[in-house]
T-cell receptor, first 115, second 115 residues
Framework: GAVVSQHPSWVICKSGTSVKIECRSL??????MFWYRQFPKQSLMLMAT?????????EQGVEKDKFLINHASLTLSTLTVTSAHPEDSSFYIC???????????FGPGTRLLVL | AQTVTQSQPEMSVQEAETVTLSCTYD???????LFWYKQPPSRQMILVIR??????QNATENRFSVNFQKAAKSFSLKISDSQLGDTAMYFC????????????FGGGTRLMVKP
């Protein structure tokens, strides 16, 4: 099956620093990827749609300058949490739809803890 | 806009028994997909089953089957012969066919399989 990886799986950082999370589709190309945020015992909340070769589309209420998304190639999207604060601590998940299969495949997620 | 509702926040079932998880959705679209995803304690999202709205036949994957009632906008998941490894959060999700493959998730049902 299709595989999506995320790196890092865990990150602890100090308040005010920036953190980059990578999402890669390993055996297929993805012109679109999605970034979600998930709080404990809650559902996934879509943050933004990452588009290869163009700007990301952000959901209402998500700060573009706080969560920078770059879709550098057909297999890589990155989410940078800029000037992270404790309230940004969360579980971040990416997904990529595989064309022709009309199904999304998810990365294993990244746990971010901002101290 | 599409909405997905899972009315059972938590459920439990004895090992080897059968359990049904409920999901209803609201949409004005006619061509769409419905999914059940499983999220075990590892938090990796795993596709359990997929249903295409234009197919009347209910999807089945081994011990997992769905009851898709398009007119009622209902999409329940039946797990037969429950196993301890089925313990997880289960999310119902909706996707319009062909438009950016964005998923809309329900709030989730936490399933506990008891030995």
């Amino acid at each position: 099956g299709a595989v999506v990886s995320q790196h890092p799986s865990w990150v602890i950082c100090k308040s005010g620093t920036s953190v980059k999370i990578e999402c890669r589709s390993l055996d297929f190309q993805a012109t679109t990827m999605f970034w979600y945020r998930q709080f404990p015992k809650q559902s996934l909340m879509l943050m933004a749609t990452s588009n290869e070769g163009s700007k990301a589309t952000y959901e209402q209420g998500v700060e573009k300058d706080k969560f920078l998304i770059n879709h550098a190639s057909l297999t890589l999207s990155t989410l940078t949490v800029t000037s992270a604060h404790p309230e940004d601590s969360s579980f971040y998940i990416c997904s990529a739809p595989r064309q022709g299969r009309e199904t999304q495949y998810f990365g294993p997620g990244t746990r971010l803890l901002v101290l | 806009a599409q909405t997905v509702t899972q009315s059972q926040p938590e459920m439990s079932v004895q090992e080897a028994e059968t359990v049904t998880l409920s999901c209803t959705y609201d949409t004005s679209e006619n061509n769409y997909y419905l999914f059940w995803y499983k999220q075990p304690p590892s938090r990796q999202m795993i596709l359990v089953i997929r249903q295409e709205a234009y197919k009347q036949q209910n999807a089945t994957e081994n011990r997992f089957s769905v009851n898709f009632q398009k007119a009622a906008k209902s999409f329940s998941l039946k797990i037969s012969d429950s196993q301890l490894g089925d313990t997880a959060m289960y999310f119902c999700a909706f996707m319009i066919r062909g438009i950016g493959n964005m998923l809309t998730f329900g709030g989730g049902t936490r399933l506990m399989v008891k030995p």
